[in-house]
């Protein structure tokens, strides 16, 4: 029986990563696709709970059908998962996002939501990004997604982890290897820059540095991208400090002498 995978991201059904994904993966199973009916990049793991949640069939990639979904990328994964669409998967797939997803940046990454929501779930997923928004050579990556996603098929993932890929936006004979990389400390959008209007401020405008602005630099995921190779960091949704909850055993707050 062939693997079931459902595909998805947060730059919408008709952004080109989905369909570069899409066509990586062609024969690697049967594909299901969910995806937000627009770009809902940044919002991380947000679902939708105040009003219902619609869906509709669209054409994508030059070929290929799907669900166009109006919520979140996490909403699209739980729409799958909780059996209402599609054959449980054995792998769930996000992107390829438009801008890389490393560093601090991976919290508020929409594609790495849609994965975390699949692993929270026990279900193994990869999230993949490409580093430039506007990518030139995102099609010949396609060797390179189909590699990794043929890899987990085969092999899995421990329970409640996924993998982070980053792409450079290089010729696939330009790209330097396929690397594991820690995740960086920094985020690529350390500057704020407020936008004069009318009546004074307007609005928050985020601009990317080149350089993360502080921490350790070096095998981080910013580094092997900026080296020309493909990142590939595992993460877990345990945010849990562990030296720190038996610290607070040692905290004066004993409720019963606060009562007096």
């Not at 105040?50 to 996490?74: I, M, Q, W």
């Amino acid at each position: 029986m062939s693997p079931q995978i459902l595909l998805t991201n947060d730059d919408g059904i008709d952004a080109p990563g989905i369909a570069v994904l899409r066509r990586a993966v062609d024969d690697l199973g049967e594909v299901t696709t969910i995806a937000p009916d627009r770009n809902t990049s940044a919002v991380a793991r947000g679902i939708t709970i105040h009003r219902p949640l619609s869906l509709e069939p669209r054409a994508f990639g030059g070929g290929y059908s799907g669900l166009a979904c109006d919520g979140t990328p996490s909403d699209c994964v739980r729409i799958a998962l909780l059996g209402l669409r599609c054959p449980v998967p054995d792998l769930v797939v996000s992107g390829v996002n438009a801008g890389g997803n490393m560093g601090a940046d991976v919290t508020y990454s929409g594609t790495v939501g849609a994965a975390f929501e699949a692993a929270l779930r026990g279900y193994p997923a990869i999230a993949f990004s490409v580093d430039q928004r506007e990518a030139t050579w995102l099609d010949e990556a396609e060797p390179v997604l189909r590699a990794v996603v043929a890899h987990v098929l085969e092999r899995g993932l421990p329970r409640h982890t996924i993998l982070n890929v980053n792409l450079p936006d290089r010729p696939l004979a330009a790209i330097t290897g396929i690397r594991p990389a820690r995740l960086g400390g920094a985020s690529a959008y350390d500057y704020v820059v407020l936008g004069e209007g009318a009546g004074g401020p307007a609005g928050e405008h985020y601009l990317p540095c080149e350089h993360p602005a502080s921490g350790d630099w070096v095998d981080t995921d910013f580094d092997v991208v900026a080296s020309g190779a493909v990142a590939v960091t595992p993460l877990r949704y345990d945010l849990l400090d562990p030296a720190l909850l038996a610290d607070l055993a040692t905290w004066d707050l004993d409720l019963e002498r606060l009562r007096a």
